[in-house]
Nanobody, 123 residues
Framework: QVQLVESGGGLVQVGGSLRLSCAASGRTFTTIAMGWFRQAPGKEREFVAAISRPGTNTYYADSVKGRFTISRDNAKNTLYLQMNSLKPEDTSVYYC????????????????WGQGTQVTVSS
């Protein structure tokens, strides 16, 4: 079993930056692929970014490509999402997720989820 806890959410102005963190415990962090997803009120959960187990491969949704960076520190059992040039459209609850299989962009294929952290971008 894997437990995930997100932190770092908050209120930021348009064009600002924010870094989200996801602390993992339980199963060895290096054995799971990780991803970030977000869900706004009335909308379905959508893919944001994903990273392979060793961190050598990363994937991004077109909407965040060039602005967001996903990374992981396996020594600290922590996943990060650096968000720059934030837009009002980025306002959402952000979730970190993990799975024992290969990296995927599909939320239903992830096994472990955090509780979510609110990110609000004001105009």
């Amino acid at each position: 079993q894997v437990q995930l806890v997100e932190s770092g959410g908050g209120l930021v102005q348009v064009g600002g930056s924010l870094r989200l963190s996801c602390a993992a415990s339980g199963r060895t962090f290096t054995t799971i692929a990780m991803g970030w997803f977000r869900q706004a009120p009335g909308k379905e959960r959508e893919f944001v970014a994903a990273i392979s187990r060793p961190g050598t491969n990363t994937y991004y949704a077109d909407s965040v490509k060039g602005r967001f960076t996903i990374s992981r520190d396996n020594a600290k059992n922590t996943l990060y999402l650096q968000m720059n040039s934030l837009k009002p459209e980025d306002t959402s609850v952000y979730y970190c997720a993990g799975r024992a299989g290969g990296t995927t962009l599909k939320p239903h294929e992830y096994d472990y989820w955090g509780q979510g952290t609110q990110v609000t971008v004001s105009s």
